[in-house]
């Protein structure tokens, strides 16, 4: 089952390197409460045999993916729109706001996720002096993450996961780096760049229906 690969994946996250001085590791999976959650979704979402393309994200953060172990997704985006009670608090995330309305666009989670899979780069997040840090953001930081990067995709895709196109989440750095492992690991035919939901949210919230329709358009393309 789909579900069986990336919780086995989820459940044996480790970089394995040290990493520069002062950067922390967000590893939401070591609880015991958001594995039984992962569980309770992956099952819910995932348990098929179903192809699915894949949408690469930077790292989790500390209000979505760091807290829920679910990429994207808010506490509350978990309960209200997943339909997975928990206890992980009410607060939401911008970058959570924006992909649940793309999901949204689609009919909801149940088709959106029979049709795409989400992760990262990294599927652990960092943090620095208790701020958010993307790995690309220190030269060293990308450089100690980069074997764990290629591992987690490789076992991601041990899965049925469509490798004629994929979708990187993030135009800049984060497109440049899994454009070059992917020259490097041949993992995809074609990456497709999407805009950042938290540039959307911060800086573009006025064109936001642009957004998404631009999201729909590619994840859409045959």
């Keep these: 089952m789909f579900a069986d690969v990336i919780l086995g994946t989820l459940s044996t996250l480790r970089i394995g390197k040290a990493l520069p ?13 958001v594995m039984e959650i992962c569980e309770s979704f992956y099952r819910k979402f995932y348990n098929d045999e179903n192809a699915r393309r894949v949408m690469i994200g930077i790292n989790p953060g500390r209000f979505g993916g760091g807290v829920t172990g679910i990429p994207f997704t808010d506490p509350l985006k978990l309960s209200q729109q997943c339909g997975i009670p928990n206890n992980l608090g009410s607060r939401t995330e911008l970058s959570a706001d924006f992909i649940y309305h793309v999901i949204s666009s689609f009919g909801g989670p149940s088709n959106f996720y029979s049709r795409y899979y ?15 840090l993307n790995y690309y953001d220190l030269r060293e930081l990308q450089e100690a993450i980069t074997p764990f990067a290629v591992r987690s995709m490789n076992s991601i895709l041990t899965a049925n996961i469509d490798r004629s196109r994929a979708y990187c989440i993030g135009e800049g750095e984060n497109f440049k780096f899994l454009s070059a492992l992917n020259k490097q690991h041949q993992w995809f035919w074609e990456i497709i760049p999407l805009a950042h939901p938290r ?6 919230r006025k064109q936001l229906q642009r957004y998404i329709d631009e999201y729909v358009t590619k994840l859409s393309l045959p």
């Design 199 to 204: 540039f959307v949210m911060q800086y573009r």
């Design 21 to 33: 001085s002062g950067v922390q590791v967000l590893n939401p999976y070591r609880e015991k409460i």
């Design 118 to 132: 989400v992760t990262a780069v990294s599927p652990l997040g960092f943090t620095m002096e208790g701020k958010n």
